[in-house]
């Protein structure tokens, strides 16, 4: 594991992740379900976390001629021209990069309404604000 504090303003103290890397990350067999998770970006005083999967080249399928295939150990499928470019956004107000495709790979994986529905678990999405506000 790797320590990683950040000076934020407003956050009395800074914050520290942790960067828990799985020594199997290099297994790139999708056959073992419980190995899916390459990393674990983890909140240390909240103990929230990100898992992180890689995404890496998809060697049967671009021996089968699908030059740009990619892969996931968790079984996603992906081609190159859907991640790359990757396109500049934010994210709470802070610089992010997301793939190039992300209104299609979101439909496929959530449904269309993940981009048009604008309330979700008692809180609605304020269009003026952009914030999810709970509902009273």
């Known amino acids: 594991m790797t320590e990683h504090h950040f000076d934020l303003p407003g956050v009395p103290g800074g914050r520290t992740y942790l960067l828990d890397i799985n020594p199997h990350y290099v297994v790139r067999s999708t056959l073992d379900r419980r190995n899916v998770i390459d990393a674990r970006w983890i909140d240390t005083s909240s103990g929230l976390f990100i898992d992180i999967t890689a ?6 399928r671009r021996n089968r001629g699908q030059a740009g295939a990619l892969m996931c150990k968790d079984g996603h499928r992906y081609d190159e021209t859907e991640i790359f470019p990757l396109r500049n956004s934010y994210f709470e107000d802070f610089p992010v990069k997301v793939p190039y495709a992300y209104t299609k790979l979101l439909q496929e994986e959530y449904s269309y309404k993940s981009l048009t529905s604008t309330n979700f678990q008692d809180h609605e999405f304020n269009e003026e604000t952009n914030i999810w506000e709970k509902i009273k």
């Open 55 to 60: 995404i890496r080249a998809d060697d049967d």
